[in-house]
């Protein structure tokens, strides 16, 4: 079946650090890829998206890539803020048919201290 | 603000009871999405509709259901409550169906079976 890997967290960083948070994905065709970020209390906001291979999305200063070679789809940003802490999650839909429910992965939560 | 409301935004309700979960999608949205996040399962689809038509099922109890009305507000129904339901449950919108077309969320109502 179609799945997200994400990995565990929690990852604490401190104000300004770099910021990597890994994503793979197994999927029978060709995925869309999604990072949802989920502040405390809210719900879910997309925060960027590629939607075929090599594309890149970025958003906020976040940025990820879609390698299909290497079904990843890795978050990073190269200046995180206090306000960045929250919890990400990577997910994919896939192309074909009407339907376009989103598969998440675990989720990341992020936390940045000053 | 993602545009769509939910409703109640808390629910405590006892085990083997009926509720109701409400969600009005973004003004011109037609496709409506329900998703069930818990701590033990992450975030996971449960249906889709499409104006007014299921498009898309997940992995939705027998005990669950629900439907899209013709003014496209959607409704959630969980019934003969476990424990287990205790979750938060989230909409989502988007313009159409297809697949890369953007999930706007809404703030989820938490239920808490007792």
């Known amino acids: 079946g179609n799945s997200v890997t994400q990995m565990e967290g929690p990852v604490t960083l401190s104000e300004e650090a770099f910021l990597t948070i890994n994503c793979t994905y197994t999927a029978t065709g060709y995925p869309s890829l999604f990072w949802y970020v989920q502040y405390p209390g809210e719900g879910l906001q997309l925060l960027l998206k590629a939607t075929k291979a090599d594309d890149k999305g970025s958003n906020k200063g976040f940025e990820a890539t879609y390698r299909k070679e290497t079904t990843s789809f890795h978050l990073e940003k190269g200046s995180v803020q206090v306000s960045d802490s929250a919890v990400y999650f990577c997910a994919l839909t896939l192309s074909g048919g009407t339907a376009s429910k989103l598969t998440f992965g675990t989720g990341t939560r992020l936390q940045v201290t000053l | 603000d993602s545009g769509v409301t939910q409703t109640p935004k808390h629910l405590i309700t006892a085990t083997g009871q009926r509720v109701t979960l409400r969600c009005s999608p973004r003004s011109g949205d037609l496709s409506v999405y329900w998703y069930q996040q818990s701590l033990d399962q992450g975030l996971q689809f449960l249906i889709q509709y499409y104006n007014g038509e299921e498009r898309a099922k997940g992995n939705i109890l027998e005990r669950f259901s629900a439907q899209q009305f013709p003014d496209l507000h959607s409704e959630l129904n969980l019934s003969s409550l476990e424990l287990g339901d205790s979750a938060l449950y989230f909409c989502?919108?988007?313009?159409?169906?297809?697949?890369?077309?953007?999930?706007?969320f809404g703030p989820g109502t938490r239920l808490t079976v007792l």
């Open positions: 989502a919108s988007s313009v159409g169906s297809v697949v890369g077309n953007e999930q706007f």
